[in-house]
């Protein structure tokens, strides 16, 4: 059997060692300084925790310590460890970041900002803000180049729900268009095997055929279901589709990888969010994360300047 990131697929992967790479009770048991030497370990790896400007690229600096900043000996410009990136001008202790990074990788189906407002005892909105500011550091860390190897793919609709009559005399055949309420959108997954997993938010699921030519690498396998549109593929790709009125995997075809994302992405929205559509629906489609997203989902920030700030090597 087919082997993912060194575990067994015939055990999931939330039950494997490689699962829990990331514990909160480590996270709590940290005093202040030791999460904010944790984090300068991690945001300075590649000169082994010495801090260097986020402006400059400076490697020497003083250390405030009566405001826990540095402050560069090449340009004068005061810095802490999180200028420059995504949780730039952050007003929680460092130690709060982590245990509200650690809560939210670890939940396999989604994690509810009113829920962490509660475990931080912080307010709704800055918990809000924060997951959202995790949530963006994933995206911006797992779009790092096209997929390759064999990269199952498919689409789902979210959202548009529009309640029926209380009468049945009043009802309308929601099927139709005209009593739609335009809000649906169709989420797109790529799941490379053993790798990453890139989702786009689109009207149809026919729109994932062009974001499947431009985000896998040619010459990749790809497994998709036996849905029309996807017959285009084949022009870029040696394609395996899979009937799932027949099976769910046969010959070798399969998109259980694809599907099982879907299931924790309805999860999340049914059972943790309850309302994930419209604008935001981009934003949460990203849950599907081993723990190891720690180093990754803070690997690349779009604020720093030709650095990667929390860059884990």
Not at 255 to 283: C, D, M, P
Request: contains cysteine.
């Amino acid at each position: 059997m087919y082997n993912i990131i060194g575990y067994d697929m015939s055990q999931h992967f939330l039950l494997s060692p490689a699962a829990k790479t990331l514990s909160l009770v480590k996270v709590m048991r940290m005093s202040h300084d030791e999460a904010r030497d944790a984090v300068r370990n991690i945001r300075f790896a590649d000169t082994d925790g010495a801090p260097y400007c986020p402006e400059c690229g400076c490697c020497e600096a003083y250390d405030l310590r009566t405001r826990q900043v540095y402050k560069c000996k090449g340009c004068a410009k005061q810095y802490s460890l999180t200028s420059g990136t995504i949780f730039a001008s952050r007003k929680l202790a460092i130690r709060d970041i982590l245990a509200a990074i650690a809560i939210f990788i670890n939940g396999a189906k989604g994690y509810s900002a009113l829920q962490l407002s509660r475990d931080l005892s912080v307010d709704y909105k800055t918990a809000f803000v924060l997951l959202h500011k995790v949530r963006e550091s994933i995206e911006i860390a797992r779009n790092e180049g096209a997929l390759s190897g064999s990269v199952e793919v498919d689409g789902a609709y979210f959202g548009g729900y529009v309640k029926p009559a209380n009468e049945k005399k009043d009802r309308k055949d929601r099927r139709k268009k005209i009593h739609q309420s335009g809000k649906r959108q169709s989420v797109i997954v790529m799941r490379e095997r053993g790798g990453r997993t890139i989702t786009y938010v689109t009207a149809t699921e026919a729109e994932g055929v062009a974001l499947v030519a431009a985000n896998v690498q040619h010459g990749s396998t790809v497994h998709a279901d036996e849905a029309s549109h996807w017959d285009k593929l084949a022009a870029y790709f040696p394609i395996k589709r899979i009937n799932h009125q027949i099976a769910y995997s046969k010959n070798g075809a399969c998109t259980n990888q694809a599907e099982s994302f879907f299931s924790r992405l309805r999860r999340a929205e049914v059972g943790t969010h309850h309302h994930i559509a419209g604008k935001y629906l981009g934003a949460y489609d990203n849950r599907s994360r081993p723990t190891s997203a720690l180093g990754r989902g803070l690997a690349t920030q779009a604020k720093a300047k030709g650095h990667d700030p929390f860059r884990q090597s």
